[in-house]
């Protein structure tokens, strides 16, 4: 197993930063998670680890040596691609072993490590199948496969999962996930769904604009967010996040005490959908959409004109155009400047 380090890398295009001197580390035998909107950077960021693009600034080390310069066939790395990148004239035995063939290893070295390979994703009776003949879930095996093969230590993914149905995403994501647990493989996986990231990384390294937003476990970037965009980004219902003179004139600050020193005007508070609940008093607000799920129920309203969202277990009679207080608990909010779009740090 070998860890991958990045050092203030950038790359720019014409001159346009896509990627802003970020630094991370990925222990060895770790999952992480490139997260971020689409155009954030994080799968250029991918290509520059794996070679495919060269650097604008900054190291790159792959097992403690540096290979900022070196081709991608000198970097110890195996990638799984969107689109799979399967070859449609041969078979699945031959898409998985391609690689190892233009390595020229051994016919039976080739052979047993296919062997391996087919039992561990379960292929072992689709070898002789086109493409074309399988599902989505089992071109993802195959792609995996072909990662699994050459046996490098450390496998980059590039959204993988976004081609497939929503009840086969969480299966392959469960099956990737064990099966990087179990052969030690160094994972670093992009995704624009924080619901992945969440589930299968160790470490998740949000991005937006080029740059790392918070860096950190998936729990304390959903506990304890360092800038509104991550707490917005991560949870489904994303946090609430209103202006605290918002509050101040619809609940007379329900309760809060603002953090001391700070103007008013530049205070934002924040609080999770499911840490609210609908009171006799407290905040004033408008309903405009009421969503039962079965487990629960989401009340979207609005304050000033800003979304906020109740989340609160069973069924929850309320209607559209009405009328209701939401109660906030001091131990629940966060506290943001919202001219830094930064969380402030209580004592």
């Known amino acids: 197993m070998v860890s991958v380090e990045l050092r203030t890398v950038s790359k720019n295009w014409g001159g346009a930063p896509a990627v802003d001197s970020i630094s991370?580390?990925?222990a060895q035998g770790h999952l992480v998670a490139l997260l971020g909107p689409s155009g954030c950077g994080k799968s250029t960021t991918l290509r520059l680890i794996a070679g495919l693009e060269e650097t604008s600034g900054g190291a790159i080390l792959i097992g403690e040596r540096d290979v900022t310069s070196a081709p991608p066939?000198?970097?110890?790395?195996?990638?799984?691609?969107?689109?799979?990148?399967?070859?449609?004239?041969?078979?699945v035995a031959e898409n998985i072993l391609f690689g190892l063939k233009v390595r020229h290893v051994g016919r039976a070295e080739r052979d047993e490590r296919l062997k391996r390979t087919a039992d561990i994703l379960g292929l072992a009776g689709l070898l002789d199948r086109k493409p074309s003949q399988l599902s989505g879930g089992q071109q993802q095996r195959?792609?995996?496969?072909?990662?699994?093969?050459?046996?490098?230590?450390?496998?980059?993914?590039?959204?993988?999962?976004?081609?497939?149905?929503?009840?086969?995403?969480?299966?392959m994501r469960r099956e990737i996930r064990e099966l990087q647990k179990r052969l030690g493989i160094t994972m670093v996986y992009v995704t624009h769904d924080q619901v992945e990231a969440m589930?299968?990384?160790?470490?998740v390294v949000l991005m937006r604009a080029g740059r790392i937003e918070q860096d950190g476990p998936p729990d304390t970037l959903y506990e304890h967010p360092e800038t509104i965009f991550v707490a917005r980004f991560v949870g489904t219902p994303p946090m609430n996040v209103i202006s605290w003179r918002s509050v101040l004139e619809h609940g007379a600050g329900a309760g809060l005490s603002a953090p001391p020193g700070h103007e008013p005007a530049r205070l934002a508070v924040g609080i999770r959908p499911e840490m609210t609940e609908l009171a006799e008093s407290g905040i004033a607000a408008e309903v405009v959409a009421v969503e039962y799920l079965g487990a629960d129920t989401l009340v979207e309203t609005r304050?000033?004109?800003?979304?906020?969202?109740?989340?609160?277990p069973g069924k929850v009679k309320a209607r559209p155009g009405?009328?209701?207080?939401?109660?906030?608990?001091q131990n629940a909010v966060h506290w943001f400047d919202l001219q830094t779009e930064r969380r402030l740090i209580q004592d």
């Not at 799979?84 to 041969?90: S, V």
């Open 24 to 26: 991370f580390t990925v």
């Open 73 to 91: 066939s000198r970097r110890g790395i195996s990638m799984v691609f969107q689109n799979y990148a399967l070859f449609p004239h041969l078979s």
């Open 142 to 171: 195959v792609a995996l496969g072909r990662a699994i093969v050459a046996e490098a230590p450390v496998c980059l993914m590039d959204e993988p999962l976004s081609n497939l149905d929503a009840q086969l995403r969480v299966e």
């Open 199 to 203: 589930t299968m990384a160790d470490q």
């Open 303 to 312: 304050i000033d004109g800003q979304n906020f969202i109740i989340r609160r």
């Open 322 to 329: 009405e009328r209701v207080y939401i109660g906030l608990s």
